[in-house]
């Protein structure tokens, strides 16, 4: 499976984005997918998960409230949704399956936000 995501730019804190992120292959209605962000110096962190109807999501403690992850399976594309974004959203964001396996990982989106 391969990844394209766009969307990404630069915002002021507040603002919103929406990310997306196109998989190639034709079982992307069976995988659990996932956004994660890097941020400069630090270690890759999944951010959002969802289930593969869509049906269950999950977010780390941080986006909650202010992240939304989405699907279309027709599309083959995951979307997030992020409002109120902070200064430390700044990170390059990728999404993935979960878990990640032996899949490439695509060139991601830069998110920058300024205070």
Known sequence: VQFEESGGGLVQAGDSL???CR???STFNEKV???YRQAPGKQRQLVATISDRGTYKNYEDSVK???TISRDNAENTVVL??????PEDTAVYY???IPSGGNTWGQGTQDTVSS
């Open 18 to 20: 929406r990310l997306s």
């Open 23 to 25: 998989a190639s292959g």
């Open 33 to 35: 997918m996932g956004w």
């Open 65 to 67: 409230g202010r992240f």
């Open 81 to 86: 949704q992020m409002n109120n974004l902070k």
């Open 95 to 97: 999404c993935n399956t």
